[in-house]
């Protein structure tokens, strides 16, 4: 309540202000220096903000501040005091004019806003908390103050062949990115849950982006896939690499064997480069993984140094959930940039959480089983 009446007295303070002001000064200079043109300053700074009602009330408030001083200053009836009566009279119509025009401006902007706002949040739904055998939670920045989104993406969908996810970067700016990131959200989503091959999810998206964009950009990605077992697969396509953070502590990049070209321009490699690209790696219970876009990993201090992602982000993202993780990256990078960020950034940070086997019922009194083997190594398959 307090913020709604502080909304609806703030157009007027400020004219209001401008008017008692002008009547300080007017008193204060006598008669010979009469200001009554000047009250039209009322008005005329009411259009800035307020609304047509509020620009006529303080037209009449500065026509009546004109008879009041004009009476003080023994000039009522006078012509001075006429010539200023219309000048506030002409100077208020205007602001009205001015004030319409701005009001239904106004309008149309929240009308463009709540439309754009509502396709975001069509094209970039929130990824659920779990899929399967992960945990999940993204977070983005947008570089631009008009929009929450630009042309970083990312999704998860689940298939019969476990949890694929993408995260991409459209090179460039502007409409025109959000443009092809909707392109390749739209590709991933139709052809991911239902195709049995992880590289012709990739060419989908390659050739959505030849029959639906003007050709002119090239997107950099990874597609992804981790089975129910931990089994994952990557194909790079001229992204940074996904970051492994272990349960055992280590902390390193998932490097493929051999990165493709990005999406829109893939046809310059060939068919069996495409297959070298992959990558796979046993994931065990309580592994992370954190996906993300080059404006995390080039954000720069005030030296120019990149913001060292493996040294920083490993710690940071080892504890409490998956959203209070990537909160706390997001901070972590404010703090050594120091400054807004000049880039989109999307994050993906997933965690391998498989079912836990059933135990096996026991005697009473029996102890646990001597001679136990051990856990088998990681294996990775290249």
């Known amino acids: 309540m307090r913020r709604i009446k502080a909304a609806a007295v703030s157009p007027s303070a400020l004219p209001l202000a401008v008017m008692l002001g002008v009547a300080v000064v007017d008193m204060a200079t006598g008669a010979e220096f009469n200001l ?89 739904a929130p990824v659920p908390p779990t899929i ?71 060419r989908r998206i390659d050739s959505a982006l030849g029959l639906r964009t003007d050709g002119e950009r090239f997107v950099t990605g990874l597609l992804a896939q981790i089975t129910p077992s931990g089994h994952l697969v990557v194909f790079s396509h001229g992204h940074p690499p996904p970051l492994l953070l272990a349960s055992d502590g280590r902390t390193e990049d998932v490097e493929p064997a051999g990165p493709v070209p990005p999406f829109g321009l893939t046809a310059l490699a060939g068919p069996g480069e495409q297959r070298d690209s992959v990558t796979g790696l046993a994931l065990r219970a309580g592994d992370r993984l954190l996906f993300y876009t080059d404006g995390l990993s080039e954000a720069r201090d005030a030296a120019g140094r990149f913001y060292p992602v493996a ?40 965690e391998f959480t498989p079912p836990s086997p059933p135990t096996p019922p026991t005697a009473p009194g029996a102890g646990p089983a001597h001679g136990a083997p051990e856990p088998p190594a990681r294996p990775v398959i290249r």
């Open 36 to 124: 009554l043109p000047v009250y039209a300053a009322g008005p005329a700074i009411a259009a800035a903000r307020g609304s047509v009602p509020n620009v006529l009330v303080m037209g009449c408030v500065a026509a009546l501040l004109c008879v009041v001083f004009a009476a003080k200053a023994e000039r009522l009836g006078a012509l001075r005091m006429h010539v200023a009566l219309v000048a506030i009279g002409y100077v208020t119509l205007a602001a009205v004019y001015a004030a319409w025009a701005r009001l239904r401006t106004e309008r149309r902007l929240v009308d463009v806003q709540e439309v754009a706002q509502t396709l975001e949040d069509v094209l970039f």
């Open 311 to 350: 040294e920083r982000a490993g710690p940071l993202l080892r504890e409490t959930c998956p959203e209070t993780a990537l909160e706390r990256l997001r901070a972590d990078v404010a703090a050594f940039t120091g400054a807004p960020p000049d880039d989109d950034s999307a994050l993906l940070l997933v």
């Open 132 to 202: 399967g055998p992960v945990r999940l939670a993204a977070s983005y920045v947008s570089a631009s103050r008009a929009t929450r989104v630009g042309g970083d993406l990312y999704d998860a969908v689940p298939s019969p062949h476990g949890v694929r996810l993408v995260i991409a970067d459209v090179q460039g700016k502007g409409l025109g990115t959000v443009r092809c990131a909707a392109v390749v959200l739209a590709a991933f989503r139709e052809s991911a849950p239902e195709l049995a091959d992880l590289a012709e999810v990739g």
